[in-house]
């Protein structure tokens, strides 16, 4: 831009300020007058004499004059010189006769063409490459020593409870699943089987084939001893649904026909990973969602369906007092996707790790350390609105009712009245998206307080007729 402007000046400034005025007789100079500016003049009258030359392209313009003004000597003679402009100021008369225009571009600075080396383009390219090992070596290495830990943390557990690898298949023999159970029930050990035994029949599980994907993990038929067991693996990041679970499913006096039967938890190391096995009874007839996508169901199904599901909410609601009493539960994730459908079409309640704990023994509520919240989907209002009491215990067995009563809305949807049964749809189906968020949920049950439809021929069928 330099040369553009110094081009500019000098074919912009008036003909009598290059070249001298004709009746100047103050100018104490007289300069050579060549280039556009001139005219037909030769010479001129002023205060400095300039040669100059603009490379304006593939052109060069060339001009000779005199300033006759200090301020533009002061401002034009003092341009320095580029690769394309030059300015060469005199003051002697006539001295910018010798100046030849031709070489003054040769003496301006030259830029230099940046060379570089092949040992910089070397470290430009491979630099980022050593960068990117580095990290991966350093997370590679971070892994392993979280994986370190924790099998640190296994095996201290197992001294603790007495475990030795060579000896521990004795504590099962060759027991069944319903011996095994049977004995923990009488023999005083609550609800799970000693930590022995489970670590023993987690170690010894064959899985066949996986049954399910959730936000947890993957869930998987096994089999021990010839009997089908449901592994529920959780993926390392949910290590605290894991713990929280088997914590829960552990508790004294859980065991119950309406709650997933638990058998075992292990934290294991197969293929240079570590897992988190929650072992449970298995039910082929999947979850009550999945159940009720393949079939409807007549109104006998229905109701112990109904049953089954409220029979379990009660024993975990309910505080069993005494030594080895029971704590009331609270379950705060309950959907047809966390019920499982037994042979016998009956229901049990599973996937406690969103669970809450409460007894009046110490008044203590223990919510766990699970930041996770339930479903948006089955979440109640008070839940939606934020205005639910978080310390308050029977708050969050509401909870539970409100997303039971959706259950039972989307059980008697598939249930045949009057001949007919609908296709099955969760609740909300025709009113949020397929993955609601918490504003969808919002402002349809908080805001425009809707509610499953209810079809009126479930109040006139003859055979529900009296259970409604």
Known sequence: MAQWSILALLLLIPKNFLCGAEDEGSSSLQCICEGSTCGTKTECNGLRCFASVTQNGDVSVYQKGCFDSL??????????PSERSVVRCCNESLCNRNITAMPLLSQAPKEEPIDYSVETLIIFVVSPVIVLVVLSVVAVLICRKIHQNRMQRLHAHDAENGAIDGLIASNVGDSTLADLLDHSRTSGSGSGLPFLV???VARQIT???????????????????GENVAVKIFSS???????????????????????????????????????????THYHENGSLY?????NAVDTVVCLNFALSIANGLVHIHNEIFGT??????????????????????????????LAVMHSQTNNQLDVGNNPKVGTKR????EVLEESIQVDCFDAYKRVDIWAFGLV???????????????????????????????????KIVCVEQQRPNIPNRWFSDPSTLGHY
């Not at 089955?378 to 209002?381: D, I, K, Q, R």
């Not at 296709?423 to 969808?440: A, T």
Request: aromatic residues 10%; contains cysteine; neutral net charge.
């Open 198 to 200: 489970q670590r023993t």
């Open 408 to 442: 039972l809305w989307e059980v008697t949807r598939r249930t045949f009245s009057n001949g007919i049964a609908e296709e099955y749809k969760p609740p909300f189906y025709d009113l949020v998206p397929n993955d609601p968020s918490f504003e969808d949920m919002r």
């Open 237 to 279: 990041r949910d290590e605290k649904s894991w713990f929280r679970e088997t914590e829960i499913y552990n508790t004294v006096l859980l065991r119950h026909e309406n709650i997933l039967g638990f058998i075992a938890s292990d934290m294991t190391s197969r293929n240079s990973s570590t897992q988190l096995w929650l072992i």
């Open 71 to 80: 301020e533009k000597v002061e401002m034009l003679c003092k341009i320095l």
């Open 207 to 225: 899985l066949m084939e996986c049954v399910g994907k959730g936000r947890y993990g993957e869930v998987w038929r096994g089999q021990w001893q």
């Open 324 to 353: 080895e009493g029971k704590p009331a539960i609270a379950h705060r994730d309950l959907k047809s996707k966390n019920i499982l459908v037994k042979k016998n079409l009956h229901c049990c309640i599973a996937d406690l790790g």
């Open 290 to 294: 999945d159940y009720l996508q393949r």
């Open 378 to 381: 089955y979440m109640a209002p």
